[in-house]
């Protein structure tokens, strides 16, 4: 990896990013307005279910938001023959997949800011632990989808396919994730799956930090959730070939 | 520098389950425009994505500037235009240039330089999204001129191109070779052949010429490369 590469990658994906006025909105406004409606549904019920819910969605959305961006851009550079092209230049496979970490990061911690910032300052979720690492594990859930989204974008032939990742690769992860069951109470087997996805770490890590002020299971799940973002990253740079059929 | 700037030993390749080069000897005489032509499909792309080094080839060897092709001492020296413009079309034309000079480690006013070579200078801060289909292959062109290379592989960098800008850029490309740039230049179009040094003809996947345009023709005893092809072609299926 070149430093100067990596970031001249980074530069340009925020730069197009920036130029796509609609994409970048998107990005931005979306959860905020996702976890406003989700405040609005729960406003009129007794106990406050927004605490139980709004912290899967601080961890989620990021998540989502940034494994479609990122399969989708990914998946257009290898297709249009830009990826071809770099690749028989110096550019290191490091660099193509750390410049999108670091400009989808950027971005992440942006979009990450913004959702707690409107949770907890508008909205008013209560969280014991420190806010500012309930936004570190929430740009360590957009990392993650960043990882897995530049990873599956190596299965897909078509934008189409890359979008049909979404429901076979995250819904699972949702629906075992703890928000709709808790993890303890989801039958063994699936509990056993639940246990090696990445996004039950991170919907954990978001419940303690709501629960308690407690933070030592806070950063043994965020590294659970940074394990998983490396090994998301080196299977990415072992699916990019300079050499294709 | 070495006589021959690409060598490509007993190269076979095999493409969705079928040979596409079979077993393919050939070389590209360094300082001079070569042109490889043959029909759609026969593996032009093919050929120049093994020596670019992003084609996974069955068997053989290709040697490029006296390394391996593909090898990392070749990174700087091989510009190369895919068949596809393979820019960004959400970007400009200055930032695209910007980011590959970038990529190469090229000075930023090399961008000024190229732009200049393919005539773009005034479209520098437009979308390459909005320009015409020919203005993007020459931004395109550009990029692989940067840093001036001492190999150039263009896959079709004419198609789509108006007589006179085609000619302005075949003069272009005899200029770089009598600077001493080796140009390694595809098409399917046998009028493209008179402007060559020396050709390389291909079909399915064999090179069943490699002369001047002249002695092609002449050995045919043809006036065009055209007929030459065809002349050619009717020999190897000849008497069966
Ligand atoms: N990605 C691919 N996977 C499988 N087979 C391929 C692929 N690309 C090309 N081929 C096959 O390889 C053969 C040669 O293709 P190639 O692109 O090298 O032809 P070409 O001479 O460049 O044609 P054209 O002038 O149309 O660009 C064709 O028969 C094609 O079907
Ligand atoms: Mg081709």
Same mark, same amino acid.
């Given at each position: ?7 001249? +990658? ?13 994409? =970048?909105?998107?990005?931005?406004? @979306? ?6 409606? !989700? ?25 989502? @938001?940034?494994?479609?961006?990122? $399969?989708?851009? *990914?998946?257009?550079?290898?297709? $249009? ?15 193509? !997949? ?8 950027? +971005? ?10 409107? =949770? +907890? ?14 936004? @570190? ?15 599956? =974008?190596?299965?897909?032939? *078509? ?37 090696? !996805? ?9 419940? *303690?930090?709501?629960?308690? =002020? ?32 | ?64 500037? &006296? ?21 960004? &079309? ?132 043809? &006036? ?17």
């Amino acid at each position: 990896m070149t430093p100067r590469i990596t970031l001249a +990658v980074a530069a340009r994906v925020l730069r197009q990013l920036r130029r796509d006025r609609r994409t =970048s909105a998107m990005l931005l406004a @979306v959860p905020c307005v996702l976890i406003t409606l !989700l405040w609005w549904m729960f406003r009129d019920l007794p106990a406050d279910r927004f605490d139980q819910f709004g912290p899967g969605l601080l961890a989620m959305f990021p998540f989502i @938001v940034m494994f479609l961006v990122t $399969s989708v851009t *990914t998946l257009r550079e290898r297709s $249009s023959g830009t990826l071809e092209r770099l690749l028989s230049m110096p550019l290191g496979k490091g660099d193509f !997949l750390g410049g999108y970490a670091v400009a989808f990061g950027l +971005v992440a911690v942006l979009q990450s800011v913004l959702a707690v910032g409107i =949770s +907890v300052g508008l909205l008013g979720l209560e969280v014991q632990g420190p806010v500012w690492l309930l936004t @570190v594990v929430a740009v360590v859930d957009a990392l993650l989808g960043t990882a897995l989204g530049l990873l599956v =974008s190596a299965f897909a032939r *078509t934008e189409f396919q890359a979008v049909q990742f979404m429901p076979a690769v995250v819904i699972p992860q949702i629906l075992l994730c703890g928000l709709f069951v808790p993890r303890a109470a989801l039958p063994d087997v699936l509990g056993a799956v639940s246990d090696v !996805l990445p996004l039950s770490y991170a919907m954990d890590a978001m419940s *303690t930090l709501v629960r308690t =002020s407690d933070t030592a299971e806070v950063w043994s799940d965020l590294a659970a959730v940074l394990a998983f973002t490396m090994a998301g990253l080196l299977l990415g740079a072992a699916t990019l070939r300079r050499r294709t059929p | 520098m070495p006589a021959d700037a690409v060598d490509v030993a007993a190269l076979t390749v095999v493409r969705g389950g079928r040979p596409v080069l079979t077993d393919l000897d050939l070389r590209v005489p360094a300082g001079q425009v070569t042109g490889l032509l043959g029909p759609s499909g026969c593996g032009k792309s093919t050929l120049l994505r093994s020596i670019v080094g992003v084609q996974r080839i069955g068997s053989g060897r290709v040697t490029v500037l &006296d390394h391996p092709a593909g090898s990392r001492a070749l990174r700087r020296s091989v510009g190369y235009v895919t068949q596809a413009a393979s820019v960004y &079309d959400d970007l400009s034309v200055g930032e695209n240039l910007r980011f590959f000079a970038r990529v190469l480690d090229v000075a930023d006013a090399e961008v000024g330089r190229v732009l200049e070579v393919v005539d773009l200078s005034d479209r520098r801060d437009q979308v390459v999204g909005a320009l015409s289909g020919g203005q993007r292959s020459r931004v395109s062109l550009a990029v692989a001129l940067l840093g001036s290379p001492p190999l150039l592989v263009l896959d079709e960098p004419t198609v789509g191109l108006d007589p006179v800008l085609r000619a302005t850029l075949w003069s272009l490309f005899h200029d770089l070779a009598d600077a001493g740039t080796t140009v390694l230049v595809s098409s399917h179009v046998m009028d493209e052949a008179e402007r060559c040094d020396r050709l390389l003809l291909m079909r399915e996947g064999a090179i069943i010429a490699d002369d001047t345009p002249g002695a092609i023709k002449e050995r045919a005893g043809v &006036d065009d490369v055209e007929s030459a092809f065809l002349a050619l072609v009717a020999d190897a299926e000849g008497p069966r």
